[in-house]
């Protein structure tokens, strides 16, 4: 079996470990913190029905590919001895305002168009799904079929799997390629630095979260994922098993800076509480900010760079949505086998394409 160098211990880079090593191969990550980085704060949705946009279907034929692997493995993990904290419960999106409605309604016609399932409610069917809504919520769109995932029960998912089958770790920053062998660049944010081929196609693009928890006597958070967009900013509200919410996201160019701005807490916390007004009372339990490694298109970089490298990175907000497909092809390449056939247009050749 070969010998595997992963470059990076996020979700991505870990999966690809994981996957690979049950596969008899021999696989090192390189990483100074592995299972930390922009994983660690993700959100959590699985959900590309409800990032989907016109213009934009191979992220989302890529995304639902992705989709229907994950209840496979979320189980193989659990099975591993951890899980990952799977929930079906779905996303409910809402509309504040008449343009906000507006575009809930072109975003059902699109995804009916496509074939997906959804359910447009009225405010006051919104508000039943989820009592704690606003009364000021016009509309939304339930969409049962999206899945999320607790990010941080799924990174230690990963760990221990990887453990039980020999990943070994090095805590190490890697600035050059030579001498690893077959490589796997999952490195996120900081890919671009890695390869000549990912010069300029993959940039950080930051994001805060908060994590919140109800106090004595607080409304419930909601039971699914909640969505909005307030004043053009989305607003996206997780609840996990423990009790605690996930709200995020804010989402602007700052280079590698990773400070929690006083602003972006501000916009969160202003924008959520116009959707679900109860968790004014919440306890804050945690601020940060992280990295999500942004392609120049929206479209992960999945596919060989050259003889021995593999790309696995650019996933933007879909990191952990897409975690079992970029696994799959990445497994796939070391086999020497064919890759799945919904990463075609993640290929990292398209670069050299588009200059043409």
């Not at 016009?138 to 020999?166: E, T, W």
């Not at 490195?187 to 940039?203: I, M, N, Q, S």
């Amino acid at each position: 079996m070969a010998e595997l160098s992963v470059v990076g211990g996020g979700v991505i880079g870990l999966s690809v470990a994981w996957r690979a090593s049950a596969r008899g191969h021999r696989v090192t990550v390189y990483d100074p913190e592995p299972g930390r980085g922009a994983s660690w704060l993700a959100g959590g949705m699985l959900a590309p029905v409800t990032e989907a946009w016109p213009g934009e279907e191979d992220v989302l034929t890529l995304g639902e590919a992705s989709l229907r692997r994950w209840p496979d493995f979320a189980r193989d993990l659990a099975e591993e001895g951890v899980d990952p904290g799977l929930s079906p419960h779905g996303t409910l999106v809402v509309a504040l305002d008449s343009a906000d409605a507006g575009n809930l309604e072109m975003l059902a016609a699109y995804l009916t168009e496509l074939g997906r399932e959804v359910e447009q409610l009225t405010g006051r069917e919104s508000r039943r799904a989820e009592p704690g809504l606003a009364g000021s919520v016009r509309s939304g769109l339930l969409v049962p079929g999206d899945l999320a995932v607790d990010n941080r029960k799924l990174l230690c998912a990963l760990r221990h799997a990887c453990d039980a089958h020999g990943v070994e770790f090095r805590q190490e920053t890697v600035t050059d390629l030579g001498g690893l062998g077959d490589v796997v660049l999952a490195a996120g944010a900081w890919t671009g630095r890695l390869h000549p081929a990912l010069d300029g196609a993959v940039r950080p693009l930051k994001g805060e979260i908060l994590r919140l928890r109800p106090r004595r006597g607080c409304l419930p958070p909601p039971t699914r994922t909640v969505r909005a967009m307030v004043e053009g900013r989305p607003i996206y509200l997780v609840p996990r098993e423990d009790g605690q919410l996930v709200l995020g996201a804010t989402q602007y160019e700052a280079g590698f800076d990773e400070t929690v701005t006083v602003r972006g807490v501000r916009e969160l916390l202003e924008g959520a509480e116009r959707v679900f007004p109860g968790l004014t009372e919440y306890e804050l339990v945690e601020t940060a900010a992280g990295l999500r490694a942004a392609s120049v298109d929206t479209m992960p970089f999945i596919g060989e760079l050259g003889e021995g490298v593999f790309a696995a990175t650019g996933h933007h907000r879909n990191g952990l949505l897409m975690a079992p497909v970029t696994a799959d092809a990445a497994v796939a390449w070391l086999d020497g086998a064919p890759l799945p056939d919904e990463v075609a247009a993640a290929t990292p050749s398209r670069r050299s394409e588009e200059r043409v």
